[in-house]
């Protein structure tokens, strides 16, 4: 059955404006004038072909027309929070679902994952190690990329874009490649790797240097696994927290986002 076409904010309008038979005080209650008000009743007037309010010596009325779809109307208005909560409550409070790199994870995530676990009790995360996984097919709460940007995502980018030459004590004057770090014109790498992590632990093991993110490296410096041997120096990508807008807005994003960031 096709379903008609319902004006649902002027519908908004003419329930205030009943429960108070006033424009001027249904307009205090949705923060418009009261002369939007009159015009969305008389739009809706329009509508239905039919008179809703009147205006008398004692002040505004209902038709008896403009009363007969009240009960139901008020009752439609409950059902649409209630199915607004049902969505709401499938985004559970206490679980997050989380694409990082796995290596980034280790070094930066994982700690304050720990962290806010430990000031919010019964919290339950998952994660998924394709930063890049759609956000609806794996039911994502977040994502944590290496970019330039946001992109169309809503994002906060995790630390500046800068970045270091690493290499372990001893190891091999010898470049460690992979995609999004240009190594110097004229070098020739002679390990090749899909990511800045693969190549973080190409150093770590000795391969060779390697041009890295400074928040992937930070920790794996102060525990003299590798040693900066140029920068930090200023980057094109950072890791960036990115989600699709209604992600965003939900509180627990937020209240992971500020913890994270702070």
């Given at each position: 059955m096709k379903r008609t076409h319902l004006?649902?904010?002027?519908?908004?309008?003419?329930d205030a404006a009943a429960r108070h038979l006033s424009f001027t005080r249904a307009a205090d209650e949705l923060a418009v004038t009261p002369a939007a008000v009159g015009?969305?009743?008389?739009?809706?007037?329009?509508?239905?072909?039919t008179v809703l309010f009147r205006r008398t010596s004692k002040g505004l009325e209902l038709?008896?027309?403009?009363?007969?779809?009240?009960?139901?109307?008020?009752?439609?208005?409950?059902?649409?929070?209630?199915?607004?909560?049902?969505?709401?409550?499938?985004?559970a409070s206490d679980r997050y679902t989380i694409a990082a790199p796995r290596e980034f994870y280790a070094q930066?995530?994982?700690?304050?994952?720990a962290a806010y676990r430990a000031a919010h009790p019964g919290i339950?995360?998952?994660?998924?190690?394709?930063?890049?996984?759609?956000?609806?097919?794996?039911?994502l709460d977040m994502a944590i990329r290496l970019v330039d940007?946001?992109?169309?995502?809503?994002?906060?980018e995790l630390a500046p874009a800068r970045r270091v030459v690493v290499a372990k004590e001893g190891a091999p004057d010898e470049w460690i490649d992979w995609p999004?770090?240009?190594?110097?014109?004229?070098?020739?790498?002679?390990v090749q790797v899909s990511n800045a992590g693969q190549a973080l632990s190409s150093a770590v093991a000795g391969m060779g240097k390697a041009i890295l993110p400074w928040l992937l490296v930070e920790e794996s410096v102060e525990r003299g696994k590798v040693a900066v041997l140029e920068g930090p120096d200023e980057g094109r990508r950072a890791y960036w927290l990115v989600a699709p807008l209604p992600q965003w807005r939900q509180k627990k994003v937020k209240s992971l986002v500020e913890f994270l960031t702070a």
């Open positions: 004006p649902l904010n002027a519908l908004r309008v003419y015009q969305q009743i008389r739009a809706l007037e329009d509508h239905l072909g038709t008896e027309e403009g009363n007969a779809g009240l009960d139901a109307l008020r009752e439609g208005f409950l059902k649409f929070e209630e199915s607004v909560q049902s969505m709401q409550a499938g985004q930066w995530l994982a700690p304050r994952l339950r995360f998952q994660l998924v190690e394709n930063e890049h996984a759609d956000f609806t097919e794996a039911n940007g946001p992109g169309e995502l809503e994002g906060v999004g770090a240009p190594l110097p014109e004229g070098a020739e790498p002679t």
